[in-house]
């Protein structure tokens, strides 16, 4: 609620499961007189916070708004303040539903006595685009005075998120999220015992590619976060894939012969679950490949895993991975 970004016009979005939207809004209470006009006899000022928080297991988004800092001057009696948030579906994209319930109506006593604002819960068809049925919606808050008959609105904060249902992501068959920020890996780190020679291997082909395999004087490798050049990950190009661990494991034999024989395998990044990695066309030299204990290995590739299944990252999804010191 402190933070600055959360003020701005489409908010904050966190990462994809949490985003916030802010805004300072002023209701007056007017007086009207014949041959004078209206004017202003009360104010209600506050500051509204909307937190949306993504949703697993169902193609479901939540949102909860808290007044807080309100602000009171003259008369305000009478005056009651509506809050409400509008979803709609982009092009293509089944329509965005509102559960019964949604939104709140009342008078600015009540809302200053229970602050806790007002929720939405929004839901999507199972349908959209490409294989993981993809579906993206827009939305806007609303809040409106209401002086016995008459209604002033404004519209405020903008949003989006996304909702799919891709099959391949562990135990969440289906689920919405904030898909409008590219997400970090950090959870490996230099003195993590388990993924050290992992993190190694990344960190130098980010910053000090010069010292990876293979040898190539202009190696550039993507996906650290201050490189603005994020991966992206491949889940349905299996021969890439294939391409990618044929091509490392080569580069591996080649630095270090009979690696395998002696516990090692060979370790490279960018992963070879991303369109980066070395098994893109055409043939490129902008990866790291080392021969690493076959523990550090594999625990190296749960990381990703998870990173994967938590962040729901799917096919062709965007991230950076920062590797911890």
Known sequence: MENRKTYRTYGWTIDHFFHCQGTTQTLYKQKCRWLIGCYPIGSFRFRATTIGEGYEGQRRIYYGTLLDKSDVKGDVSGLKLRHSIACANLSGSPRCTSEPGNGRTDTLSEWMRDSTGSYHWFNSAHAGDGPDKRAYYNITQRFTGIQGGRHKSVTTGRGGFRCDSASYIPGRSSACVFDVVVPVMS????????????????????????????????????????????????????????????????????????????????DEYPFASTYQSAGAQPAHQNYAAKAIPAEDNRKGGEQIAEFYKLDRILDSDAFYVHIRS
């Open 187 to 266: 959870s490996i780190g230099i003195r993590d015992r388990e993924v050290r020679q992992t993190a190694r291997n990344i960190r130098d082909a980010q910053f000090r590619p010069e010292r990876t395999k293979p040898v190539y004087r202009a190696k550039e490798v993507p996906g650290a976060p201050s490189s603005g050049q994020a991966l992206t990950r491949n889940y349905y190009d299996k021969a890439m894939q294939k391409r990618s661990g044929d091509r490392v494991r080569a580069t591996c034999e080649r630095y270090w012969p009979g690696y395998a024989s002696r516990g090692l395998q060979c």
